[in-house]
């Protein structure tokens, strides 16, 4: 009987073992390919939908008029009472704002997230991936005017939120966010504000040090406030929407 060399098994089992790792690598990474969305169906949620679903279905009709206020916004929004700050009393005041998002995001998901829940007023706060991303001042101040519309067509009072600045206190995060890009998007917003008869929010001032940079003693990473930024920041949003309280 023939009997193949040790070491000829050896390197036959190693070839044997090896191609079907490669085999197993190559169905999984497949498999992940096929299990991803395109982005064009409705699986991808580009304005990620899913997120405040649950709780838009079981918000209660706006039975106390006059009082509800949807905050829609990205990071800014979304960390407020979650990650630093407490979030205001009133049960009326709600937060909808999702950590990442562009205006173009914000925009997809405002009647889900804004005009379905029948608030009085609504606060815009957004701006700041836009600029993270390239998009320009024109653009992003296009896509808040078009959230600002369709909220005044439905009968609410319309708050927009200037861009909070940023800082380099933490890694470097300024280039693509410089203070006078911050001020030529909000000069842009306050523009926009006058010529529709809405009310900006000076979120920017209160958090900004003499050369327009976020101090370092109210932000978390540079760009987020942090418990004492968001102290800050409550009264000029009580003050703005005092008549919604």
Same mark, same amino acid.
């Given at each position: 009987m023939f009997m193949c060399p040790r070491s000829f098994i050896v390197r036959r089992f190693g070839l044997?073992?090896?191609?079907?790792?490669c085999f197993v690598r190559i169905a999984r990474e497949q498999t992940q390919a096929e299990a991803k969305p395109p982005a064009n169906s409705s699986a991808a949620d580009f304005e990620n939908l899913a997120r405040y679903a649950s709780a838009d279905a079981a918000t209660a009709p706006n039975s106390k008029h006059g009082h509800r206020v949807v905050f829609l916004g990205d990071s800014i929004t979304d960390y407020w009472g979650k990650?630093?700050?407490? *979030?205001?009393?009133?049960?009326?005041?709600?937060?909808?704002g999702i950590t990442g998002q562009t205006t173009a995001q914000i925009l997809l998901r405002e009647q889900a997230d804004a005009v379905a829940l029948h608030p009085d007023a609504i606060v815009i706060e957004g701006g700041s991936n836009d600029m993270r991303y390239g998009f320009t001042l024109e653009t992003i101040r296009d896509h808040v005017a078009s959230m600002g519309e369709i909220a005044e067509a439905n009968h609410m009072k319309v708050f927009i939120a200037l861009m909070t600045p940023v800082c380099d206190c933490f890694q470097q995060l300024s280039a693509g966010r410089t203070p006078e890009h911050i001020r030529q998007l909000n000069a842009l917003y306050t523009d926009l504000c006058q010529a529709?008869? *809405?009310?900006?929010i000076d979120t920017f001032s209160p958090l900004a040090d003499s050369k327009g940079l976020m101090r370092k003693e109210l932000t978390l990473d540079g760009v987020h406030p942090n418990d004492?930024?968001?102290?800050?920041?409550?009264p000029v949003y009580l003050s703005s929407l005092k008549a919604f309280r």
């Open positions: 044997v073992l090896l191609a079907s790792v990650k630093a700050g407490t *979030w205001f009393s009133s049960r009326e005041w709600i937060n909808r529709h008869g *809405w009310l900006c004492a930024g968001y102290s800050i920041l409550a």
